[in-house]
């Protein structure tokens, strides 16, 4: 429960981040104000003993945070993908954060999967390894079933994983209200808000279901994709604390020696991780939103595949549609239809100049395209127009962040394998071809569809609601009446003019 009783908590927080020397570099991320500093170091100093002592070999906030256990360390990793909060710097440095334990023993996993799948694990695993990784939340074990002789990945939540979390969340909460009361002027940063986005994604990864649903619609969504490839899950071993799925056998992404020892095109792997990427984001608006070389490998075949489905990232249709029409906008260097994209969306505020804002994003823009085909980025690009976009007035958008910090990690993926890649020609086709699919005269004709699919399941109404209006009028009912009449008047309206457009539409497209 979230309450005093988490001082304590608080105060040996506190006491790691003055003994590993991460206190300083935390404020400072958060550029946090004078009183806010002084309540930190008053909850952290006087008690420094009481702190953990971490792995001096690592840079002071990863070492503090993994020293504090797995709440901590998965704190540490929602921050990276948050450099809007924590700033650039210590955004890298939580990147690489550490997300390595002690794994805890086989026997104690087989005692999970037993409770969990309700079957001696004898009988649905010939065989049952020891853990081969072990993660902050949940380990893994390879595994081979009984009935089918398939070798699968069996990934089990920690033991009692989920109070230590809620005990750790709840102090969370805590110093959010802190900094609430202490910092006005850290409010902008919504500390309230970043626990709760860190509440939601921890829960999700704390039932392996809600991982599993996730890794399915994934695998729906990119089934036709060529040179991509998903372990498939195996539901019938799957449950709340355990997921079971296909065995990837494979090279790692980020071991160049062997792939190109396996006679791999690295040049074409390194564009495939990008297009896909654009793709399943502007395409299905559906992300794997940690796609580093940990999470990924190269079958023999070449095919890339991806696994680790508990951080992805979701965009609906409409942003989908502004953010493609912006960067088309960016490659064609037409700042101008850019600035009026924003101001269309809402993003910027009306009462802003729309041409003083397109020259702020060609100060953006033409640096970038200034540089060579090495050194474009298109994740820097988008930093910097969430920069320009919050000067004018834009709030921040918590899934365009995540999208940002995937795209960088993507970037770094891509150039790690060639590093020659030219981001912008490789992104290019993929834009192009959204913006023709989204915007063009087909994506009107598909708008146009649904709108008329959504007013004809008023229709069967129509007729009760008539009566209704009628049995008002010849009760006198004046107040009833108008409303009612406005509503259906609205309703065919609406109706007839969507009929209208779809024949207008079809017309033009033939």
């Known amino acids: 429960m979230r309450g005093p009783h988490n001082i304590w908590r608080l105060i040996q927080t506190g006491a790691t981040l003055e003994r590993t020397g991460a206190m300083n570099v935390v404020l400072d991320a958060f550029e946090a104000p004078a009183l806010l500093r002084f309540v930190a170091h008053a909850l952290g100093k006087p008690f420094m003993w009481l702190g953990y002592k971490g792995d001096p070999s690592m840079p002071p906030a990863t070492r503090a945070l993994t020293v504090l256990g797995p709440a901590y360390i998965k704190f540490g990793q929602i921050l990276s993908t948050r450099p809007d909060v924590v700033g650039d710097k210590l955004a890298v440095e939580l990147r690489v954060l550490q997300d390595k334990l002690p794994p805890f023993s086989k026997d104690v996993a087989k005692a999970e999967v037993e409770k969990e799948l309700g079957r001696p694990v004898d009988q649905m695993f010939d065989e049952f390894s020891e853990p081969i990784a072990a993660a902050s939340i949940a380990q893994v074990h390879k595994a081979r079933i009984a009935d089918t002789g398939e070798q699968v990945a069996v990934k089990v939540l920690r033991p009692d994983i989920e109070r230590a979390f809620r005990k750790d969340v709840d102090a969370f909460y805590l110093a959010a209200s802190i900094i609430d009361l202490f910092a ?4 902008r940063l ?3 808000d970043v626990i709760e986005h860190f509440d939601g994604v921890v829960q999700g990864e704390l039932d392996l279901r809600l991982e599993s649903s996730a890794a399915s619609e994934f695998a729906d969504n990119t089934s036709q994709d060529k040179g991509f490839t998903l372990p498939r899950i195996i539901w019938p ?4 604390r355990v997921m079971t799925l296909g065995w990837a056998d494979g090279l790692p992404l980020g071991d160049n020696v062997a792939l190109d020892a396996a006679g791999h095109d690295r040049r074409v792997l390194g564009e495939r991780v990008l297009t896909l990427f654009l793709l399943h984001a502007l395409r299905d608006g559906y992300f794997h939103a940690d796609m580093h070389q ?6 023999a075949n070449g095919d890339i595949i991806a696994y680790d489905f508990g951080i992805m990232g979701h965009i609906d249709e409409y942003t989908r549609r502004v953010y493609a029409e912006i960067l088309f906008g960016f490659i064609r260097r037409d700042y ?3 600035a009026e994209v924003h ?6 505020p009306a009462d802003r100049d729309v041409d003083e804002f397109a020259r702020a994003l060609r100060a953006v823009g033409e640096p970038i395209f200034g540089m060579d085909a090495t050194r474009i980025s298109m994740g820097k690009l988008l930093a910097y127009l969430f920069e320009v976009t919050e000067r004018f007035g834009m709030e921040t958008r918590t899934e365009l962040i995540l999208l940002q910090r995937t795209m960088v990690v993507v970037e770094g993926v891509a150039r790690s394998l060639n590093p020659q890649i030219n981001i912008w020609e490789v992104a290019k086709p993929v834009v192009e071809d959204y913006i023709k699919q989204s915007i063009g005269p087909r ?6 569809t649904q709108t008329a699919r959504v007013m004809s399941r008023f229709g069967p ?3 009760g609601l008539v009566e209704q209006v009628l049995i008002a009028q010849s009760n006198g009912s004046a107040p009833a009446r108008r409303p009612f009449w406005r509503w259906i008047t609205l309703a065919v309206l609406t109706g007839s003019v969507a009929t209208i457009l779809l024949i207008a539409g079809i017309d033009t497209l033939s």
Do not use: M
């Open 190 to 192: 919504r500390p309230l």
């Open 294 to 299: 940990g999470n990924l490998k190269v079958a």
């Open 184 to 187: 006005p002027a850290a409010r």
């Open 343 to 348: 101001f269309e969306a809402g993003y910027v």
């Open 237 to 240: 071993y799957s449950a709340r």
């Open 443 to 448: 994506a009107v004709i598909k708008d146009l």
């Open 461 to 463: 109404r129509l007729p």
């Open 336 to 338: 101008k239809r850019v």
